[in-house]
């Protein structure tokens, strides 16, 4: 960052001196020029006599090599195929006579096309490192934005969106730098001995990899900007090691698959002016800025804004070469939709509002946006884009997203085949919706990574649907939705999906709520789902099941050659449990109960890996745990099943006692406080920081309890002096007659004093109120804050009709705050007798100094000096003589601890 400010003076003559170097080193005779207002009957020789298409100018150029083919600002709607030595450059006003007079960024020259199996750009066979394409917008519709086949054109400063594959190579080694690739569902993939150099690219939001290959050897990459994609830099099985160096690898789900890190590579947040609407460009303290590797980027003289590379020390990492620039917040644009619009409205408000949803996502995409959607029903098919996200449940006159109401203003889509597409790596979202699938998907996720969340996803006119939401090869967030009545699946994950599915309700599925194949390692956690086929089914996946609550369904889950993570999930009133077949898995603090075959069902596992069962509450069912060999079982409670044990014994530690849940009849499983289950689970099984089905901490005790659900506090009962005693985090009830009552002595803004009524002690509370006087009684846990005062952060009072007066007890100076208690509420600096903190006393003396908030008396006992803290309005004049009401309290500073009294009267 230093460097970077010590060229920005400079930096002007800089650019003019690089800028004509670059003139001098293109300048060309060769050129045929195209623009949107030209005809492909013209020679293109001039801007004049542009071509239209630059189809046509690359054919008139073919016999040529060393041509270039200038394209002016605009749109292409064609698929392009390179010619062999034949420079295409994009970025152009129509008027330059040379490359470098170009601005690739105000003159957007975009290119859109691409059908199935085809790409944008094509190039194949003998096409050489003199060939180029530079300077344009790729939009793909297609599986590739750009295709090379046995070629090794140079692909620079381009903006690449869109496509399966943004940049493929087969059997190609084309030279890729400066581009910006985002939005696809793999950035750069290199294929069937392809060794591409992949210098200086900014690459986000692939669905799938930043770039991945495979089959042989590939790949020199250095100073790119790798970020937020879900796989960073995947290197397959049976390819060789890429060489990497200076990448920033960075907030992908993975960053590196099957290769280790380069050693100059950094993994640290780019600073980017705003990845989440794909802008690139880096700030002025990006970790990024002079950490390339200068001889990578030799050839490269601008960036992807045109401006000359290396202003500092070293090159910046990434396609954009900082200049110091700061770049603002980024606000979204805003589009607007109601059922009343029109499409050739821009939608900037909601008396301009669009008509039809797909025409507002197209235009939030291109500048990166939000589009809001008016209640109605919406008859069309959506393909959701990259930078934009979409949002329902608006009436037509808000002003901030946190106005609509989803649940009153129902925005509904009907589609037909798929009634929402998400593909080629699109990372946008859609949220508050009905959803109503016609025929085969909801949603329907490609090579994409939508947020998919708030929405109700249901079969339409009478119609189930195949799946409410599919994905395949794609790694979307999928949270808060309720998905009902799909003639298949709830939602299906195959193709190495790597979904996250958190917190939705899905009902009536005639499959499987959720399902996972083919390597797809998907997060399952806190999902309802009822009358469902399946539950939760896996094959050949590796998922983590975590606190989902399942019941009334054939299976509750099911994995079949998968090494499933299965924790905390409760399973109530199921054909079966949790049944695990070829399948080393980890079955951890689950509660399943009345099931109608098994419990836990454990079968034709490889016994070099056998599943572990770890406490498990398994009780009522008609066989509580059933295996064909010997899995690893401990500390499980199994009891009242008609066959407890099937085909193998007890674990060792394994207990047979009614879990005693709060009501077994009524479906709440959670535990008594006289359960047996309770500290008596297997610690070692559960992972740091790991909660329990209702997202509660683990381990409140002396151990983990069995189940899935972990006992919340067991508050004990003390009186105030014993609790004072006590370790942070003790759980403790205070008020209970047995142990001494308490009333409250003094009520603050931010906290309430209580006193033991017979006096002998007082304590802080804090998160509770109560009325002067008021006898209370109350849990909560103790704590201490940073002046050293224990207190009670309070979980629950219960206030008593009765009331009990405290009144002060009267103390000179010098006995305020008192000594220490062994292991417990410290004393202060030179106290005498017992402590008296958290006691309403009244003590008096000369005031001898004033502050803002405070003032010092002092009574002649011997040194002592008190500190009185009031309200501004409440402080007393110096030199007077006065006595004071309050509550005993201390304060730390440089020097130590010392009394202090909290002003009443």
């Known amino acids: 960052m230093d460097n970077q400010k010590q060229v920005m003076i400079p930096r002007f003559a800089l650019c003019a001196v690089l800028l004509f170097a670059i003139c001098l080193g293109t300048a060309q005779s060769a050129v045929i020029r195209v623009s949107p207002t030209g005809s492909d009957s013209n020679n293109g020789s001039t801007w004049e006599l542009a071509k239209k298409t630059i189809g046509a100018a690359l054919y008139s150029a073919r016999s040529f090599p060393g041509y270039e083919v200038w394209v002016a600002a605009g749109t292409y709607n064609e698929t392009v195929t390179l010619k062999d030595g034949v420079k295409l450059y994009g970025g152009f006003k129509g008027t330059e006579t040379a490359v470098c007079e170009r601005n690739i960024q105000v003159n957007k020259t975009i290119i859109k096309g691409g059908g199935s199996l085809s790409g944008t750009i094509t190039g194949r066979d003998r096409i050489g490192p003199t060939t180029e394409i530079n300077g344009f917008t790729i939009i793909s519709t297609g599986d590739y934005g750009i295709f090379c086949i046995g070629i090794h054109p140079t692909i620079a400063n381009n903006i690449i969106t869109g496509a399966v594959l943004g940049i493929s190579c087969t059997y190609a080694s084309p030279t890729i730098k400066n581009n910006v690739i985002t939005g696809c569902g793999v950035g750069i993939s290199c294929y069937e001995y392809s060794s591409p150099t992949i210098t200086n690219n900014t690459i986000l939001g692939c669905g799938n990899s930043g770039i991945c290959g495979s089959y042989g050897p590939w790949a020199q990459i250095k100073n790119n900007i790798i970020a937020f994609n879900t796989a960073g830099i995947n290197k397959s099985s049976g390819s060789n090691n890429p060489t990497i160096a200076n990448n920033c690898v960075y907030g992908n789900k993975t960053n590196y698959i099957g290769l280790l890190a380069g050693e100059t590579d950094i993994q640290q947040d780019p600073m980017l002016e705003c990845a989440t609407y794909g802008k690139f460009h880096i700030q002025s303290n990006s970790p990024c800025i002079n950490k390339g590797d200068d001889s990578a980027s030799s050839s490269i003289l601008i960036d992807i804004d045109g401006g000359p590379r290396k202003l500092g020390e070293h090159v910046d990492i990434g396609a954009d070469e900082s200049d110091g620039t700061d770049w603002p917040a980024y606000v979204p644009t805003i589009i607007r939709v109601s059922p009343t619009g029109d499409d050739a409205n821009d939608g900037s408000s909601w008396d301009k509002a669009k008509k039809t949803i797909q025409a507002a996502i197209d235009a939030a995409s291109a500048v990166g946006g939000n589009v809001w959607v008016a209640k109605g029903t919406y008859n069309q098919d959506l393909t959701l884009r990259s930078n934009c996200y979409l949002y329902g449940g608006f009436t037509g006159t808000e002003a901030a997203l946190a106005e609509r109401d989803i649940q009153a203003n129902e925005t509904v889509i009907a589609g037909g085949h798929d009634a929402v597409t998400a593909r080629c790596g699109c990372s946008g979202s859609i949220d508050g919706f009905t959803i109503r699938g016609l025929a085969r998907s909801a949603i329907y996720c490609q090579s994409s990574s939508p947020y998919i969340n708030n929405n109700t996803i249901v079969g339409g006119n009478s119609q189930a649907i195949d799946y409410g939401i599919y994905c395949a090869c794609s790694s979307p967030s999928i949270s808060n939705n309720r998905i009902t009545w799909n003639g298949g699946f709830g939602i299906y994950c195959e193709s190495s999906s790597n979904a996250s599915i958190a917190n939705n309700t899905i009902t009536g599925s005639k499959h499987s709520a959720v399902f996972c194949k083919s390597s797809s390692s998907a997060e399952i956690c806190h999902n309802t789902i009822v009358d469902c086929y399946g539950g939760i089914n896996c094959e050949d996946s590796s998922p983590n099941i975590i606190s989902n609550s399942i019941s009334r369904c054939s299976s509750g889950i099911n994995c079949n050659r998968s090494t499933p993570s299965i924790f905390n999930n409760c399973i109530s009133a199921c054909e079966d449990g949790i049944s695990c077949s070829y399948s080393p898995s980890k079955i951890t603090n689950n509660t399943v109960v009345g099931c109608g075959r098994y419990g836990i069902k454990v079968y034709d596992y490889d016994s070099r890996y056998l ?295």
């Open 611 to 905: 599943p572990t069962i770890t406490n498990n509450i398994v009780v009522f069912n008609m066989e509580g745990v059933t295996c064909s060999g010997r899995p690893k079982l401990s500390h499980n409670c199994v009891y009242g099943n008609n066959i407890d044990y099937n085909g193998l014994p007890a674990g060792p530690t394994d207990i047979c006692s009614d879990p005693m849940f709060c009501d077994k009849a009524g479906g709440d499983f959670h535990l008594l406080s006289t359960s047996p289950c309770i500290d008596a689970g297997d610690e070692s099984a559960t992972t740091a920081g790991c909660l329990d089905i209702d997202n509660e901490p683990r381990v409140q005790g002396a151990a983990v309890d069995i189940g899935a659900d972990e006992f919340k506090f067991r508050y004990r009962n003390y009186n105030i002096s014993s609790a004072r005693k006590m370790a942070d985090g003790e759980a403790v009830l205070l008020g209970d007659s047995a142990f001494g009552e308490v009333a409250v002595s003094v009520v603050f803004p931010d906290c309430i004093y209580v006193e033991s009524t017979s006096r002998s002690s007082g304590i802080r509370v804090e998160g509770a109120s109560a009325e002067l006087n008021q006898k209370v009684i109350l849990t909560g846990v103790v704590a201490t804050n940073g002046n050293g005062e224990r207190l009670v952060r309070a979980h629950n009072i219960a206030r008593q009709e009765e009331k009990y007066p405290i009144m002060p007890l009267g103390m000179p100076n010098k006995t305020v705050g008192g000594s220490d208690i062994e292991s417990g509420q410290r004393g202060v600096a030179g106290g005498v007798g017992l402590s008296n903190i958290g006691l309403l006393v009244r003590t008096w003396g000369k005031v001898i100094d004033v502050g803002e908030d405070f003032f010092l008396i002092k009574d002649g006992s011997m040194d002592a000096v008190l500190r009185v803290q009031c309200h501004p309005s409440q402080v007393a004049q110096k030199d007077a003589f006065i006595s004071v009401t309050g509550i005993v309290s201390i304060i730390k500073d440089e020097t130590g601890y010392h009394p202090m009294v909290l002003l009443t009267s």
